[in-house]
C-alpha cells in the first residue's frame, strides 16, 4: 500500500509552523530539526490525521517556496470539520479567503485560500 504526503517548502519554516498550529490548528508530529545553519530541515504536521512535511529553502538541494508572482502548480486539500471556523481563523490572521466559504454540492462547503507562505489550501466540509 502506497502513501503520498506533501513535502512543503517555505521561506520561514518557524513562521510558517506558528501559523499552522494557530490558524490550522495544526499538531506538530515530528519536532522541528535544526540545522546547523538555523534553518529547518525537517519538520512534520498534522490536521486531523491529514500530514505534510515542512522546511526552509535549500537553493543548494533545489529546494525553493512557491513564487508568489506565479500561480500555484499544487493545491492543498484538506477535509475539515467546520470550513467557516477555519476561514475565519484565516481570515483573521489577515490572509484572503479566495472563495468561500460556499455550499458546492456535491462535494460540500468549501473555500480556497492562500497562506502567508505561497501555499494554495482546498479546504472541504462533506455534507
Given at each position: 500500500?502506497?502513501?503520498?504526503?506533501?513535502?512543503?517548502?517555505v521561506a520561514d519554516a518557524r513562521a510558517?509552523?506558528?501559523?499552522?498550529?494557530?490558524?490550522?490548528?495544526?499538531?506538530?508530529?515530528?519536532?522541528?530539526?535544526?540545522?546547523?545553519?538555523?534553518?529547518?530541515?525537517?519538520?512534520?504536521?498534522?490536521?486531523?490525521?491529514?500530514?505534510?512535511?515542512?522546511?526552509?529553502?535549500?537553493?543548494?538541494?533545489?529546494?525553493?517556496?512557491?513564487?508568489?508572482?506565479?500561480?500555484?502548480?499544487?493545491?492543498?486539500?484538506?477535509?475539515?470539520?467546520?470550513?467557516?471556523?477555519?476561514?475565519?481563523?484565516?481570515?483573521?490572521?489577515?490572509?484572503?479567503?479566495?472563495?468561500?466559504?460556499?455550499?458546492?454540492?456535491?462535494?460540500?462547503?468549501v473555500a480556497i485560500f492562500r497562506d502567508?507562505?505561497?501555499?494554495?489550501?482546498?479546504?472541504?466540509?462533506?455534507?
Amino acid at each position: 500500500m502506497g502513501e503520498l504526503t506533501p513535502y512543503l517548502c517555505v521561506a520561514d519554516a518557524r513562521a510558517a509552523i506558528a501559523w499552522y498550529v494557530d490558524v490550522l490548528g495544526a499538531e506538530i508530529t515530528y519536532a522541528p530539526i535544526e540545522m546547523p545553519d538555523g534553518r529547518i530541515g525537517h519538520v512534520e504536521l498534522a490536521v486531523g490525521g491529514a500530514g505534510w512535511m515542512m522546511s526552509d529553502e535549500f537553493a543548494e538541494a533545489g529546494v525553493a517556496p512557491p513564487d508568489p508572482g506565479r500561480g500555484n502548480a499544487v493545491s492543498l486539500h484538506l477535509t475539515v470539520g467546520d470550513v467557516d471556523a477555519v476561514c475565519a481563523r484565516v481570515a483573521e490572521a489577515g490572509t484572503t479567503i479566495d472563495r468561500g466559504p460556499e455550499d458546492s454540492p456535491p462535494a460540500g462547503r468549501v473555500a480556497i485560500f492562500r497562506d502567508p507562505f505561497g501555499h494554495r489550501w482546498f479546504v472541504n466540509q462533506p455534507l
